[in-house]
């Protein structure tokens, strides 16, 4: 950031923009993401059938993630192959938000390549000036 700006005095304005853009990116991708983890699971659950009465919870998507810590209690009770449906169910969601991130970050490596470089040698003080004068 200290090397982007003409000005050495808008260092601060350019590192606001950075962390402003860094923080809506990453609302981006959050929402992306629970967007793409939504539709697997919703379409994948489906297939499940029979869900015991303690795991109803799973066909309501808003759900799903507060379920994790609860789905170890509920192993108890609940048959074997059920089981391995459910966790393949969740495994698919989570697979399907990776791929989608590395294919985000693929994108953003690309974009990257075409990124003109700055020297980092400068010889501007600015306001503050903080070097030794002695």
Avoid at 51 to 70: C, H, M, N, Q, Y
Avoid at 109 to 131: C, K, N, P, Y
């Amino acid at each position: 950031m200290q090397t982007s700006v003409k000005d050495v005095n808008d260092t601060g304005i350019a590192t606001g923009a950075l962390v402003s853009f860094r923080l809506f990116g990453g609302l981006v991708g959050l929402s992306i993401c629970a967007g793409v983890f939504n539709n697997v699971f919703q379409q994948n659950i489906t297939s499940v059938e029979q869900l015991p009465t303690s795991s109803e919870s799973l066909k309501d998507i808003r759900e799903v993630i507060g379920f994790i810590p609860a789905l170890r209690v509920v192993v108890v009770n609940m048959k074997p192959e059920i089981l391995t449906r459910i966790v393949d169910v969740y495994c698919k969601a989570f697979l399907a938000v990776f791929l989608t991130l590395a294919g985000m970050g693929a994108v953003g490596f690309f974009v990257s390549l075409f990124t003109r470089e700055i020297s980092m040698e400068r010889e501007d003080m600015g306001r503050q000036a903080l070097e030794d004068t002695a």
